[in-house]
């Protein structure tokens, strides 16, 4: 910690700005900088569990599958997370990383507690209790884009391990889409894909169960996980990637190619999966009563263009949160995720989409690729004038800019 303060002094002092980086995971340059890079790898690790308090509190650059595995050993899991676990606690938390619920929302929103090393090399901690500037501070930082300080611990509510039933099951999209309100509102976690160029989604429905555990099977997780969502998904890409008009037909058979299947298993072996085919991603939040015309509307912009897309359509929901700048920041939100496999040009597709997107007031991902810049947010969210006079406070300076911050947040 020390270290970390002296380090960030040090920069001041000649005049560089700091950034701090997790894995490396966004598809913005949120974590790029021209001065001093703090690399994570040395600051992991678990600092203290609380089982009265229902709390773990670990080093910030701790990846989010450390933390995951070590949480297990103890009997103890996060409520929800996203599809992957590569990230750190870190990184995923200061872009909104987030997965599906109905009543589980962020990443950030199960933070309980903050540590960060501000501009001056003081060391600030924050909760939801303490003076009026502490809770303030937490209010932001829980998804401060590394804009307010180097975080150095991050508190997180856990509780006690439990179960999960996923229920995948293909779909047309009329139905998914005329149901969805059902869908949604029956189900702990609902998520799914749709395949563009095609009317077939796969779903998913996550629900806590009594078990017993019934994981997935060692040839289903090799056929439907190895070969069809990563090896085999991967060759497809590759060859619509050479030859686009391919694509539609591809899906057409690709999105049949997953069956319905029920398992039941610990929540981080339920929620993420390895996902080995590259990509470049686009996302946004819309206010979940919003979804289903965005989404029609996002399906008949591909019919009617020339666009070849081989990868799905993913769409997530959250509840509201109380977060500054969180995607679901005071509005219940749905979000639709847009993907083009890696090296295929995704400027036209993502433009139309973000078109959309943006028409529903959508709010992007901290963490993927869009073009919004301070006025737009300054109208999308209700809080931001909060969000930047905290970071005037904070970074008076501007110790922790960059291009992106600059961007997204102003000077
Ligand atoms: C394959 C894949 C799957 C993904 N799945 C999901 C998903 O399911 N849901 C979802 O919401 N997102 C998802 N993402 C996006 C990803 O979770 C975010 O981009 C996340 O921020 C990446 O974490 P990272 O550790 O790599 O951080 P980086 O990308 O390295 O950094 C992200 C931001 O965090 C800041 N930061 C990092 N460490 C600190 C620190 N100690 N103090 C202050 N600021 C810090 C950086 O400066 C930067 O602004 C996915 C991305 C990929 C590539």
Redesign the pocket.
């Known amino acids: 910690m020390e270290e970390l303060s002296a380090a960030v002094r040090a920069a001041a002092d000649d005049g560089l700005r700091v ?9 913005t340059a ?2 790029a900088t021209d001065g001093v890079l703090i690399r ?1 790898q040395l600051l992991t690790g678990i600092r203290n569990i609380d089982r009265e308090a229902g709390t773990v509190t670990v080093e ?2 701790t990846p989010l599958k450390r933390l995951n595995l070590a949480l297990a050993r103890e009997g103890l899991s996060l409520t929800n997370m ?3 676990m590569e ?2 606690v ?3 938390t ?6 599906t619920g109905r009543e589980s929302a962020s990443i950030s929103a199960q933070i309980k507690g903050l540590e960060l090393v501000t501009a001056d090399g003081s060391v600030l901690t924050c909760s939801d209790k303490g003076t009026a500037e502490e809770r303030a501070v937490f209010a932001a930082a829980r998804i ?3 804009a307010l ?3 150095t611990a991050i508190t997180f509510a856990v509780e006690p391990i439990f179960l999960l039933t996923a229920r995948e099951e293909p779909m047309t999209f009329d139905r998914v889409t005329s149901d969805f309100d059902a869908l949604y509102a029956e189900n702990e976690h609902f998520e799914f894909y749709w395949f563009p160029h095609t009317g077939n989604c796969n779903t998913k429905r996550n629900n806590r169960s009594a078990g017993p555990e019934a994981p997935v099977s060692r040839f289903s997780s090799f056929l439907e996980d190895e070969l069809l969502s990563n090896g085999l998904f991967q060759a497809v890409n590759s060859l619509g990637r050479a030859v686009p008009s391919t694509i539609p037909s591809i899906a057409k058979i690709s999105s049949r190619a997953l069956s319905a299947r029920t398992y039941t298993d610990i929540p981080y072996k339920v929620f993420t999966s390895p ?1 080995r085919v590259r990509f470049v991603e686009m996302e946004y939040a819309v206010p979940r009563a919003a979804l289903v015309e965005t989404l029609r509307e996002l399906k008949s912009m591909v019919d009617r263009s020339n666009l070849r897309i081989s990868f799905p359509v993913e769409v997530r929901t959250a509840p509201a949160d109380d977060i500054t700048l969180s995607t679901a920041s005071g509005r219940e939100s749905a979000y639709i995720a847009v993907h083009m496999y890696k090296g295929t040009p995704y400027q036209a597709y993502f433009t139309a989409a973000e078109r959309i997107f943006t028409a529903h007031e959508g709010r992007p ?1 901290w ?2 690729v869009h073009t919004r810049d301070a006025d737009y947010f300054s109208t999308v969210y209700p809080r931001f004038g909060e969000f930047t006079k905290l970071r005037d406070r904070l970074d008076p300076d501007r110790l922790f800019a960059n291009d992106y911050l600059r961007r997204v947040i102003g000077d």
Do not use: E, N, Y
């Open positions: 950034k701090a980086v997790g894995t490396g995971h966004s598809f949120a974590a994570p910030a650059g996203g599809d992957i990230q750190t870190s990184g995923a200061s872009t909104g990383t987030h997965g401060g884009l590394g300080g180097v975080i996902r991902h963490g993927k």
